[in-house]
């Protein structure tokens, strides 16, 4: 108890509503606390709390005395407990109502705004996906239109004569319908012949880099033919006295071939990439997209329970110290007797033990004093 005091003491006074008042302006609440009396009560919690699971059944009310609002918030801390997935029994609902325990009250504040503040960003990121949708659909509207106006060049190209113009002018209401279907059948003829066109250029293009390729190849066949007719020159003049060293030119040379091959696939491995690289499908980017949303959520819940875990760690430490202190040596004679003695209730006998151990520790120490 004194270790606990100690540290609600070590608190400043004014922090509690600075995080209280912080917590209402991310909500836009118009008001602002004043009394730090209220973030002892279950009101605030139950409130502040309901509007942000307005979604799902929220049935805590607040309690009428001490009692039924103890049971209320710690309803509230284990329903916490529950969506953050986190132990949270390091704060105590009973410290908060009737010890005015300001540890407990800093740690509910702090997680409370985390978890706003992660709500905004969720409704941040989802606005700014739908806007990007909406970018997207225009995108396609504005491709199809250029499609459409490409198609109005394709119809002058073909040169539409005046009296097919004419004809489709002077139509009467009655054969509307039967000339609409043609029309859309045109359009379906000429969204064809521009599919074609583009398979056609995509075709060329392929050609063209085939043709490279074998450009290439004709290139480096014509090198080689040229460093055969050196080698033959070369062995010409040196004759039969050179026919070691011709040897070791030989294996040279054909080293370098084998290098000249290799280079060669990884050119075309190369090439073959990239032309994959240019044909992506919309279905895997968007998994892409979900895979890192996924992600970031995972590293922001691994950074709370890393700050939930330090915090743990901080109160523990005081804790431990204190029971090793003052407890533990005691308690260790006791279950040594007991295990010593065995009797029928080790409990009671427990309990008689570390009293009348107790009791004597005391009176040695006055005896000192």
């Given amino acids: 108890m004194v270790d606990s005091n100690s540290q609600s003491m070590s608190i400043p006074e004014g922090s509690l509503l600075r995080i209280a008042n912080n917590i209402l302006n991310l909500l836009d609440y118009p008001s602002e606390l004043e009394n730090e009396e209220d973030l002892f009560l279950d009101d605030f919690y139950i409130a502040i709390v309901g ?102 060049s394709i119809n002058q190209r073909h040169n539409i004569s005046e009296g097919n113009v004419n004809k489709h002018i002077n139509i009467t209401d009655e054969n509307l319908h039967g000339n609409e279907i043609q029309d859309d059948d045109m359009i379906e003829d000429l969204s064809a012949n521009v599919k074609k066109m583009k398979e056609a250029n995509d075709k060329k293009k392929e050609e063209k880099k085939v043709e ?49 091959k290799e280079e060669e696939k990884e050119e075309e491995k190369e090439e073959e990439k990239k032309i994959e690289t240019k044909i992506i499908d919309p279905e895997e980017e968007e998994k892409k997209k979900k895979e890192m949303e996924e992600k970031i959520i995972q590293d922001k819940l691994n950074e709370l329970k890393e700050r939930e875990k330090k915090l743990l760690e901080k109160k523990s430490e005081v804790i431990r110290r204190y029971l090793s202190e003052n407890v533990m040596p005691l308690l260790a004679k006791g279950v040594l007797n007991i295990c010593q003695n065995m009797p029928d209730d080790p409990v009671e006998e427990l309990a008689n033990f570390l009293l009348e151990n107790r009791f004597n520790e005391v009176m040695e120490e006055k005896d000192k004093k």
């Fill in 51 to 152: 509007n942000l699971i307005s979604d799902r059944k929220f049935d805590l009310q607040p309690g009428k005395d001490n009692e039924e609002k103890v049971e209320s918030l710690t309803q509230l801390i284990n329903l916490l407990s529950d969506i953050i997935e986190m132990d949270l029994s390091h704060i105590s609902a009973k410290g908060i109502i009737n010890d005015h325990d300001r540890v407990s009250a800093k740690c509910l504040l702090e997680l409370i705004e985390e978890l706003i503040k992660a709500l905004i960003n969720e409704n941040e990121k989802e606005e700014n996906e739908e806007s990007e949708t909406d970018n997207g659909r225009n995108q396609k509207i504005e491709e199809i239109d250029q499609e459409d106006s490409n198609l109005d």
């Fill in 212 to 260: 490279k390729k074998e450009e290439k190849k004709e290139e480096k066949k014509e090198e080689k033919k040229e460093e055969k007719k050196e080698e033959k020159k070369e062995e010409k003049k040196n004759g039969k006295k050179d026919g070691k060293k011709d040897g070791k030119k030989e294996e040279k040379k054909e080293e370098k071939k084998e290098e000249k």
